[in-house]
């Protein structure tokens, strides 16, 4: 289906363009338009305060979306977090000598996290978890990683799409390319799905000794059943392999600090990122002292770790997380959103399925056309008003009147999904094409 660019809006024009000067358009995939509404998702953004969103054309939506795909979790440009960070400004971002914050840091989240000794910083998650796999790697003086769920962009990881190249397709992104990987980290990364703790034994049955890490994320999508978590350490103590846990985006959601905490299992590393910094770039590689000494074995060290707003902004946010009970909020806000999508699609006789923690929840419709169904919720969201998608990760922001809106907007939207899916009319309400599910080269 072709669409008009010309009255799709200033945001779409800057893409196009965008895609001349950038391969792929955005530096980040969940933030392509293609994967929400192509040709007419606003695409940029000139300011954010809240949970709400100018576009180019000055139009204001709220967002009930991917919130800074989860990095965001106070509200966007929040006002306490911004003092913290001009104060850190005024005082000079960066300098030869080290800023006192990062070891403020260190201390904060090792008393949140009793378990461990040490911690390392960087700046982004898939960044932070390749610093954790070489410290395992280093630690143990072994080279192959057992995953399950999605960690980033680095070689360990697009490392498993070496030996078949859709072994990452259930581990959220289906279609990653490996291309540019090194053809001899083929075999160094074995994937495993979450709760099947018998995949898990059959790849330490056949590289019990070669085993590094084990490296999940302690929750995301689904409950652990049957011991899972318990399953997994008691597999790691058996092996040697340390066990990391992924908390780039679980972490600071339902509580201050690691989903883990609620869980009963402790790992040798977590890894945190995302909703630490809300929307300043920190992430943290949080340890065991005898694991997270083998950081010193290997070469780890970049110039911008040692910046000074990152940490500024951590400790800001978490500050904030423990004196609003921002956690408890969320757990709300999420619970809400995920009723209202029930109670809608109840009312229509539309077929969804909802899942997630509460605070990064999501649904899915069923039937030959989802995909098509989601690309039209978002574009009749966008023409009420928001930005949404088949995901809401909650923020502070976000109010209990914000749901009401949605709810009534997301009603409407429901109705005119479900009568058109019942007569095999979907694609003919789409205006553009229909949205992107996975990586895919863009022309
Ligand atoms: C569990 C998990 N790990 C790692 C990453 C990568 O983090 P980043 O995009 O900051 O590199 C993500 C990002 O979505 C994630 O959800």
């Not at 001009?86 to 996290?113: F, Q, S």
């Not at 390319?177 to 898990?200: I, S």
């Not at 946010?317 to 004196?323: A, D, G, L, M, S």
């Not at 009319?425 to 205006?431: C, D, E, G, T, V």
């Amino acid at each position: 289906m072709t669409s008009p660019l010309s009255n799709c809006g200033r945001g779409q024009l800057l893409y196009k363009k965008a895609k001349q000067l950038i391969p792929g358009g955005t530096q980040l995939l969940s933030k392509r338009p293609e994967m929400f509404l192509p040709d007419y998702w606003p695409a940029y953004y000139e300011r954010a305060a809240g949970a709400d969103v100018w576009d180019l054309d000055g139009k204001r939506y709220v967002d009930m979306s991917y919130c800074g795909i989860g990095s965001t979790v106070l509200g966007y440009s929040d006002p306490d977090v911004n003092t913290a960070v001009k104060t850190a400004i005024g005082r000079g971002n960066m300098c030869t000598l080290n800023a006192p914050e990062e070891v403020e840091l260190a201390e904060l989240l090792l008393d949140l996290h009793p378990w461990a000794e040490m911690v390392r910083f960087g700046r982004c998650g898939g960044e932070a978890m390749a610093v954790a796999v070489r410290i395992a790697r280093a630690a143990t003086g072994r080279d192959k990683v057992a995953f399950c769920g999605y960690h980033g962009w680095h070689d360990w990881y697009l490392a498993a799409n070496l030996k078949k190249d859709d072994a990452l397709n259930q581990h959220l992104l289906p279609g990653l390319d490996p291309a540019g990987v090194p053809r001899g980290l083929l075999g160094t990364a074995l994937p495993f799905h979450y709760n099947k703790t018998k995949e898990l034994q059959e790849i330490v049955t056949k590289h019990r000794k070669e085993l590094a890490a084990i490296v999940m994320e302690p929750m995301r999508d689904q409950e652990p059943t049957n011991d899972f978590l318990q399953a997994v350490r008691k597999i790691a103590n058996e092996t040697g392999a340390k066990l990391i846990f992924d908390e780039v985006t679980s972490g600071f959601r339902v509580n201050t600090g690691g989903v883990h905490l609620k869980m009963g299992v402790e790992p040798d590393i977590a890894v945190f990122a995302k909703a630490m910094g809300n929307g300043y770039p920190m992430s943290a590689v949080v340890g065991r002292a005898n694991v997270m000494q083998a950081a010193q074995k290997s070469f780890i060290s970049s110039t911008y770790w040692t910046e000074r707003i990152g940490p500024v902004a951590a400790l800001a946010t978490i500050k904030k997380f423990k004196e609003r009970n921002v956690s408890k909020h969320l757990i709300l806000i999420g619970g809400l959103v995920k009723s209202a999508w029930l109670n809608a699609a109840k009312k229509c006789g539309l077929k969804i399925h909802v899942g997630g923690l509460d605070p990064l929840a999501h649904f899915r419709f069923e039937g030959p056309e989802g995909q098509e169904a989601k690309t039209l919720f978002t574009q009749l969201m966008l023409e009420r008003g928001f930005l949404a998608s088949t995901s809401f990760y909650a923020m502070l922001a976000h109010t209990p009147a914000h749901v009401q809106e949605y709810s009534r907007a997301l009603r409407k939207s429901f109705a005119v999904i479900s009568n058109a899916m019942s007569d095999g009319r979907i694609a003919s309400l789409l205006k553009g094409p229909v949205s992107h599910s996975g990586f895919a080269r863009l022309t």
